[in-house]
């Protein structure tokens, strides 16, 4: 049997499970100063299963990407209303980064959310000092569309980024 590119690179992408919710929270907490409520991802997870991803790794889960989708006007294209996929928030554990994990979650995620819930766009908030996520999210064809003074609690400033899902990167997010 062919072995899947993933599992050559040394990680999985599969589903969120309702048992893997202590771990996620972990990663979360260890990762990012934005915390939430067990009610919050149980929430986004029954609204948007196929959009809650994890990436598993020395069989343990390493990172993690859970998306809302939302209807509202593009951030990109003027006055037009849009399915969108809100990245609510990724991390992956310090000692797993930089081989590829985020990627492959946000290119899954943007594929799922397309085929499955027929976004069109994707869109998320960055602190302006995050650079790795900066990075990441350039990388990954995201622009700039708006800066938020304040948007978070200790006052510092995000950027709104997005980018537009194209039917080419649908099947990326299978590799
Ligand atoms: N410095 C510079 N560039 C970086 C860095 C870094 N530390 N990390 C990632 N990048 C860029 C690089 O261009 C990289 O490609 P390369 O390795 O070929 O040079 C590209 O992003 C892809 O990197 P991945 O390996 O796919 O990313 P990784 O799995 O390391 O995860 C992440 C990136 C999620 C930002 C990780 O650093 C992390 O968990 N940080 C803490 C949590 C966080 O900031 N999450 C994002 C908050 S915003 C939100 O949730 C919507
Ligand atoms: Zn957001």
Known sequence: MKASPLILE??????????????VIEINTRC??????????????????KTFLVAVADDEI???????????LSKLRALRLTRLCHVVSIAV????????IATALMLRAMRNAAV??????????VRVSNEPALRLYSKLGFR???RIVGYY???EDAWEMARPIFEEDLMKGLK
């Open 10 to 23: 040394g990680f999985e992408i599969r589903t969120f499970r309702r048992e893997d919710l202590d771990r």
């Open 153 to 155: 609690m200790d006052g």
């Open 116 to 125: 499955e819930y027929g976004a069109t766009e994707c869109f998320l908030e």
């Open 32 to 49: 990012l100063p934005e915390n939430y409520s067990t009610f919050f991802y149980l929430d986004l997870y029954n609204r948007f299963p």
């Open 62 to 72: 390493q990172g993690y990407i859970m998306c809302r989708i939302e209807r509202g």
């Open 144 to 146: 700039k569309t708006r």
């Open 93 to 100: 554990m310090e000692a797993y980064r930089r081989r590829g």
